[in-house]
C-alpha cells in the first residue's frame, strides 16, 4: 500500500456565482479572476471601454476595483465581511501588528481550542476580512457600492434590489470551492460534498491519504507558508506511526503463522508415526 499527500494548497474552481457567467452579458466581457496574485496577468486583457462591475468584495475584489477605477467607472458588489482597521504600511503594523496576528492564528486559532472549533466553520466559507485596500479606499477612488448579484435578467446583472446594471465588464471575484473531482474515494462530505473529510490532514476512512495546505486544516495559518511546514511535520509523523503499526501488525501474522504451521507439522508428524 503506498501512501498519498495531496499538497492541496489554493482551490482550483471559482464558486457557483460562476454559473451565471454562460447567461451574463451576452457580448459582453466576463473575466474570471483567480486570485490575487493574478491581479496583473488578468489585466493584461484591458476590459473593454466603459463601465465595470466588479462582483465580490474580498481582498481580491477590492485590490481589482481600485485598479480598474483609474480608467473606467467602476461599481462594486457585495458586502466585505470586516476588515483590518489599521494601514499594514505602517511601522506599528509591520513590526508589532503583524506579528501578533501571526501569533494568534498560528497557535490560537487552531482545531484544539474551543474559539478556534467555534470559527473554523464560518472562516472556512466566507472570505477574509479587507487587509489593505479598505472600505474607505474604495469610496475614494469614487468606486460605487451596489447590492449582490443575485441572476441574469435581459442578459445583464440583477442585483438584490431588482436592478439591473448595463455594464460593458463584469468581473468575478467570488472566492474558490476545492479542485478535486478527480478523487474517486468516500473522503467528502461537508459543503455539499466538496471539503474533504480529514482529522488534522489525516483521511481517516482511507488509510494512507493525508492533506497539507488546506486553509484551516489545523490552525488559520494552515495555508501559509508559515503554517504549512507544522502540518507537514505532523503528517511525517503519522506515516512513521502508521509504518510501525502496519510493521509490528505484519511480523506478528508472519509469526502466528509460524507458530500454527510449526504446530501443524509436528501433529502431523505424530499421526504419521501412531
Given at each position: 500500500?503506498?501512501?498519498?499527500?495531496?499538497?492541496?494548497?489554493?482551490?482550483?474552481?471559482?464558486?457557483?456565482?460562476?454559473?451565471?457567467?454562460?447567461?451574463?452579458?451576452?457580448?459582453?466581457?466576463?473575466?474570471?479572476?483567480?486570485?490575487?496574485?493574478?491581479?496583473?496577468l488578468?489585466?493584461?486583457?484591458?476590459?473593454?471601454?466603459?463601465?465595470?462591475?466588479?462582483?465580490?468584495?474580498?481582498?481580491?475584489?477590492?485590490?481589482?476595483?481600485?485598479?480598474?477605477?483609474?480608467?473606467?467607472?467602476?461599481?462594486?458588489?457585495?458586502?466585505?465581511?470586516?476588515?483590518?482597521?489599521?494601514?499594514?504600511?505602517?511601522?506599528?503594523?509591520?513590526?508589532?501588528?503583524?506579528?501578533?496576528?501571526?501569533?494568534?492564528?498560528?497557535?490560537?486559532?487552531?482545531?484544539?481550542?474551543?474559539?478556534?472549533?467555534?470559527?473554523?466553520?464560518?472562516?472556512?466559507?466566507?472570505?477574509?476580512?479587507?487587509?489593505?485596500?479598505?472600505?474607505?479606499?474604495?469610496?475614494?477612488?469614487?468606486?460605487e457600492?451596489?447590492?449582490?448579484?443575485?441572476?441574469?435578467?435581459?442578459?445583464?446583472?440583477?442585483?438584490?434590489?431588482?436592478?439591473?446594471?448595463?455594464?460593458k465588464?463584469?468581473?468575478?471575484?467570488?472566492?474558490?470551492?476545492?479542485?478535486?473531482?478527480?478523487?474517486?474515494?468516500?473522503?467528502?462530505?461537508?459543503?455539499?460534498?466538496?471539503?474533504p473529510?480529514?482529522?488534522?490532514?489525516?483521511v481517516?476512512?482511507?488509510?494512507?491519504?493525508?492533506?497539507?495546505?488546506?486553509?484551516?486544516?489545523?490552525?488559520?495559518?494552515?495555508?501559509?507558508?508559515?503554517?504549512?511546514?507544522?502540518?507537514?511535520?505532523?503528517?511525517?509523523?503519522?506515516?512513521?506511526?502508521?509504518?510501525?503499526?502496519?510493521?509490528?501488525?505484519?511480523?506478528?501474522?508472519?509469526?502466528?503463522?509460524?507458530?500454527?504451521?510449526?504446530t501443524?507439522?509436528?501433529?502431523?508428524?505424530?499421526?504419521?508415526?501412531?
Amino acid at each position: 500500500m503506498y501512501d498519498v499527500i495531496l499538497s492541496a494548497g489554493l482551490p482550483d474552481l471559482l464558486v457557483g456565482i460562476l454559473a451565471l457567467a454562460d447567461e451574463v452579458l451576452g457580448g459582453q466581457q466576463v473575466m474570471a479572476h483567480q486570485q490575487t496574485s493574478a491581479i496583473r496577468l488578468m489585466l493584461a486583457e484591458r476590459p473593454q471601454n466603459g463601465g465595470v462591475l466588479v462582483v465580490g468584495v474580498g481582498n481580491s475584489g477590492a485590490d481589482i476595483s481600485i485598479e480598474v477605477s483609474r480608467n473606467h467607472s467602476t461599481m462594486i458588489s457585495g458586502k466585505e465581511t470586516g476588515q483590518i482597521p489599521w494601514p499594514i504600511e505602517s511601522f506599528l503594523a509591520r513590526y508589532l501588528l503583524v506579528r501578533l496576528v501571526r501569533f494568534v492564528g498560528h497557535h490560537v486559532m487552531t482545531v484544539k481550542t474551543a474559539i478556534g472549533r467555534k470559527l473554523r466553520p464560518k472562516m472556512l466559507h466566507q472570505a477574509a476580512p479587507l487587509v489593505r485596500v479598505k472600505v474607505n479606499d474604495l469610496m475614494n477612488a469614487g468606486i460605487e457600492r451596489v447590492p449582490r448579484v443575485v441572476g441574469v435578467k435581459n442578459g445583464m446583472p440583477l442585483l438584490a434590489d431588482g436592478r439591473t446594471l448595463n455594464v460593458k465588464n463584469v468581473i468575478w471575484c467570488t472566492g474558490y470551492e476545492h479542485g478535486m473531482p478527480w478523487i474517486d474515494l468516500p473522503i467528502f462530505g461537508e459543503n455539499g460534498g466538496t471539503d474533504p473529510i480529514h482529522r488534522e490532514g489525516v483521511v481517516v476512512d482511507v488509510p494512507g491519504m493525508y492533506f497539507v495546505g488546506l486553509h484551516f486544516l489545523y490552525a488559520m495559518t494552515s495555508a501559509t507558508l508559515f503554517g504549512i511546514g507544522r502540518d507537514a511535520k505532523r503528517i511525517v509523523k503519522a506515516i512513521r506511526s502508521q509504518t510501525r503499526i502496519s510493521a509490528i501488525a505484519t511480523d506478528r501474522q508472519r509469526r502466528s503463522i509460524h507458530t500454527h504451521g510449526s504446530t501443524g507439522l509436528i501433529a502431523s508428524t505424530e499421526d504419521a508415526q501412531v
